[in-house]
């Protein structure tokens, strides 16, 4: 991705809102003020950019909290840039060479697995000089993916608790259905916690606890505990179920842009694009837009999906929204201008952010905005304002 200022020489261009992106911080923060803050800026900052995304929330970070990714390389980049405050490996390693980096980086992670624990005391047992590690211990509530067995907790907790090794052990689990608020699962897995948390004697009264990422931080408030995750709402996206980050006061960070490069007339009963699979049920005017699926916008995106046309009459802007006529192509998009008499080659179009939430654009596709944020390709043009 190419950071730039200068989007009126680009086919297609996303705009990144940095105040936006500290503004849904300063939203999770005020769900619980108490709270310490894991930023999650994992999957190059879901697709917004993991330098640009952490520099520009470094400043809303309190002492003690932290960012999260996903690996090794993800943290190392985020080094490499100067960035300084705590990092969490939130998948923690996976090999004994990705945990000496890790000590020898100063970085958090997270131990989900036997084989993890194991590493960790024989590296602690090699007679190595490092300094004590923050690692928090995953348990398994109910997920199913990472996570240590009610059992495998015992025996970690038991083993580092007081281990000289360690600096401080954080408890965490992550919710399979927090999204969903009629779910029963999201209580069942606190349960189940707190049962094993019982069953390894864990002083609740010191210890600190993270479940909550960005659903529960919105609607699981008995959740909260001492840290949560805050992730896709950074960035505008929603985190529950139907809903559109607008509904929760979240600000759209990214928004994608193309433009109209080509219009024409196409006569009743004529087909446009791939597959002939959009007839013309009258004498159409169709528009070519420079973004397809080479670019991250989603190839299964169905006609209809909603796009904004950005023109120019009587000296003003004039926004109109249309859908798009037949199948996604690799480098363009056939959208519906018969509404859109001022629309002219060249007009901006917008595919999802400000005033169209990508939430909106997921659900057409059958996918969540995290994958729209995440896929946008390298030859799309990155503008930080």
Excluded at 94 to 100: D, K, M, R
Excluded at 103 to 109: H, I, L, P, R, T
Excluded at 296 to 322: E, F, K, M, W
Aim: proline share 5%; hydrophobic share 45%; charged share 20%.
């Amino acid at each position: 991705m190419t950071a730039t200022c200068m989007a009126a020489e680009f086919r297609a261009w996303a705009t990144i809102d940095l105040q936006a992106l500290r503004a849904n911080l300063a939203l999770a923060r005020a769900q619980n003020p108490d709270c310490s803050v894991v930023a999650v800026v994992k999957a190059n900052g879901y697709g917004h950019g993991i330098v640009p995304v952490a520099k520009a929330l470094q400043d809303q970070l309190r002492a003690g909290d932290c960012f999260g990714v996903a690996s090794i390389e993800e943290a190392q980049t985020l080094r490499s840039a100067g960035i300084t405050e705590p990092v969490l490996l939130l998948e923690g390693f996976v090999t004994s060479g990705e945990l000496a980096e890790v000590a020898q980086q100063g970085f958090q992670c997270v131990l989900h697995s036997p084989y993890q624990l194991d590493a960790m005391l024989a590296l602690f047992a090699s007679g190595k000089s490092i300094e004590p590690l923050t690692v928090w211990l995953k348990i398994d509530t109910g997920m199913h993916r990472l996570g240590l067995s009610p059992a495998e907790f015992v025996t970690a907790w038991n083993a580092l608790k007081s281990h000289s090794g360690i600096r401080k052990l954080i408890v965490m689990s992550h919710f399979a259905c927090a999204d969903d608020p009629q779910s029963p699962a999201t209580e069942r897995q606190v349960a189940l916690l707190h049962e094993t948390l019982a069953a390894a004697n864990v002083p609740l009264a010191t210890t600190e606890l993270s479940l909550a990422a960005s659903a529960a931080i919105l609607i699981w408030p008995q959740t909260h505990y001492q840290w949560f995750r805050p992730g896709i709402m950074l960035y505008g996206g929603a985190p529950i179920m139907g809903e559109n980050g607008i509904d929760r006061g979240l600000r759209p960070v990214m928004t994608l842009r193309s433009r109209l490069m080509a219009i024409k007339t196409v006569a009743a009963g004529e087909a446009v694009g791939y597959g002939a699979s959009y007839i013309c049920e009258r004498e159409q005017r169709i528009g070519i837009v420079s973004i397809g699926y080479g670019d991250g916008y989603p190839r299964r995106a169905p006609s209809g999906t909603p796009v904004l046309i950005n023109s120019r009459h009587d000296g003003r802007i004039v926004q109109q929204r249309t859908g798009l006529a037949g199948r996604v192509s690799m480098d363009m998009i056939i959208v519906d201008l018969s509404e859109c008499e001022h629309a002219a080659v060249g007009d901006e179009v917008i595919l999802w952010g400000e005033g169209l939430p990508a939430d909106e654009i997921a659900r057409r596709c059958g996918t969540l905005a995290y994958e729209l944020f995440c896929q946008v390709t390298p030859r799309v043009h990155f503008q930080y304002v």
